[in-house]
């Protein structure tokens, strides 16, 4: 059942056994492994359908230290959460990134692969990937194009990418959700205090405010926090009616080791012939995946260096001839329609064909108009004779994506300039760098967060130092040259880098109080009944995408709470 | 029935030749009246080697389209109705060795009927390129489905009719006959 806070009575009281806060990807992944059950589920949004800016307003707040998007344009509130920005990249993180690496302070989950490993499978059909398939060498052996050779010093991943419309969860699954008769979902239902016992061992209620003014109270027998990275700590921090500092905070962690992908263009590879093949590492499609590799260094090297893991982005430059005509989302409506092969929504479909269309008509601009034939106008085969490089380097204007999409299936890969590498890191953990409460309060009267992002030198040295194995493994192939365009003397960042709205560690996991804010089962130290869900809760970052990880984990902590709710 | 035995209702993939060679010759005629309507006129399509976004490098005169367009209009008319008045058939029909007749008495058929076929046949696509060259549209994407629809009415018609006249030939009163080595004597019937 969906229906809307600013609905009810002023002073409700709500009452359910699972009160979940925030419906993005967490919160509606244990919504809906719990539809199943007897528990009856709260399931409370801050936001409506759609996007409202009075409700995104909620989340501005200031940012310091390394320089960070508007906080308010860094995630989404309302029903599906960021997963209505998303970009759709997935891969399933690997046993090291769980692991305790003794060069990485900080690093370690109280749980390994294992423990969420039988989660990913359910986690991808969740975010409707096709395949449960992450090895690199299978995908290899279906695709056309081909992975740079592997060494012991450089390794390919790939992540597959859920196609664009069908990465809003909220889309995917209000339906589903309105249909359940144990959840009843609350839009506009802003969460502004956590109300616990007197010892602050359990929570006894959600206090509950609509920008409409009116009040309310939910109460449950157990409590899920899954409103994002920034979120959950300022709510916890905000929540200190019985602790000064806020709930589970006792050993001042909640807000602390604030972690993101930071990216940037960190070299160029100018490749040792022009026919060099780089397309297995933009977006393509597969069989119908969407897939991308990425470079990186395998965990041993990593282990020697005492680096952390930094995937490697690579965006081929074409020759600027067809590089517009490969731009992928064009190219990409043409090979969708022959691929897909009529396996696509409806929506994609029609999207693609009326590109594909688009550039039929393009083309017949270029033609003799009323010919009944598309033969080239004779002003075209004029200048054709006069100066054939023009019209040659016309053609992707010409013909748009059908060009491009010719070239590439003829050809297999457009000449070849550079590559340029795009550095994502799986940021060490840094206790500076963190979400605190400002004086300054929103529409609700909830303080502000404020976000200050610390990068240490583990980061930088581990950017720097995965470009020069990565540049000297290349060139040993032979594929060539790779530039490194930061310099390893200098402190500074480059002036390019930025996040990847990747909100992490906030809330991280940890076996003991001292060291982190939730256990293993993502209960928070010391709080009975109060769990959190999402990427808040990771202890380290992986340098692959979170979600696919934050719905495997939102979903062993739903098979949790069915166990103790029994 | 004395001529009947020679001729017999010209089938789909006979016509289906002769009007892609008709459309072959067609296209030639109006490549060489766009070439002489960008003399008089200037050029119609232009290059701007400077420019940057996908569509742009190319500029279209839109003027001179559409006197391309109009020209088209003209020179497929003319070229239809003309060769069906006074050949009794297309140069593309005559290739493959069949003609138009008037449904009535097989003869020739007139101006009137000639014009009336090619308003059912090869106007629709006319007038779509000088709709669409005239008022900068998509015409792929406005035209394209109805034209097709209309084509593909037109197809069925003709391969659903015992005498193989589509919509086209009822509007106008004609028949399309192929000669033949002499029919059996139950299909000489039928003619």
Sequence with gaps: MLSDARELPDGAELEGDVCIVGAGAAGLAVARALIRTPLRIILLEGGGLQFESDTQSLYEGPVAGVPYFPLDTARLRFFGGSTNHWGGICRRFDPSDFERRDWIPGSGWPIGLADVEPYYSAARELVQLPTDDWDVDQWEEEDELEAFPRSDRMATRVSQIVPKSKRSFGSAYSRELEAAETVRCYLHANVVEIDTNEAASAVTKLRVATLTGKRMSVAARYFVLATGGIENPRLLLASNRRRPNGLGNDHDLVGRYFIEHPRFEAGVLAPARRTLQAGFYEAHHVEGTEIQGYLALPFDVQRSEQLVDVQLLMDPVYDPRFERALESDDVDSLESLVQDRGGGSIGDFGSNLMKVVGDLTTGRRFTVPGAPLPVPHPDVVRKLVASPEVVRDSIPDLLGNIAGFSYKRAVGAAPLDAITIRSRIDQAPNRDSRVTLVRERDALGMPRARLDWRLSELDRHSAVRTMEIIGAAVARAGLGRLRVMVDADDRSWPTDLAGGYHHMGTTRMSDAPETGVVDGACRVHGIANLFVAGSSVFTTGGSSTPTLTIVALALRLADHLKRIAA | ?191
């Design chain 2, 1 to 191: 029935m004395p001529a009947a035995s020679a001729f017999y209702f010209a089938d789909i993939p006979n016509r289906a030749i002769a009007l892609l060679v008709d459309v072959i010759l067609l296209t030639l005629v109006a490549f060489v009246g766009a070439a002489i309507v960008s003399l008089l006129a200037g050029p119609a399509v232009e290059f701007d080697t400077a420019a940057e976004g996908v569509g742009d490098a190319v500029e279209l005169n839109h003027g001179v389209a559409t006197l391309d367009a109009c020209l088209s209009l003209v020179l497929s008319a003319g070229y239809f109705a003309l060769s069906w008045v006074r050949l009794n058939a297309s140069p593309g029909q005559r290739l493959i060795g069949i003609r138009v007749a008037a449904d009535g008495d097989r003869a020739g058929i007139t101006a009137g009927q000639a014009m009336a076929r090619w308003t059912a046949l090869g106007a629709p696509f006319a007038v779509a390129a000088v709709l669409a060259t005239a008022l900068s549209l998509n015409g792929v994407a406005i035209f394209g489905i109805p034209l097709a629809t209309w084509y593909a009415v037109l197809l069925i018609t003709t391969a659903r009719s015992s005498t193989k006249q589509g919509l086209h030939d009822r509007l106008a009163g004609t028949i399309v006959a192929k000669r033949a080595t002499p029919l059996p004597p139950s299909a000489a019937d039928a003619l």
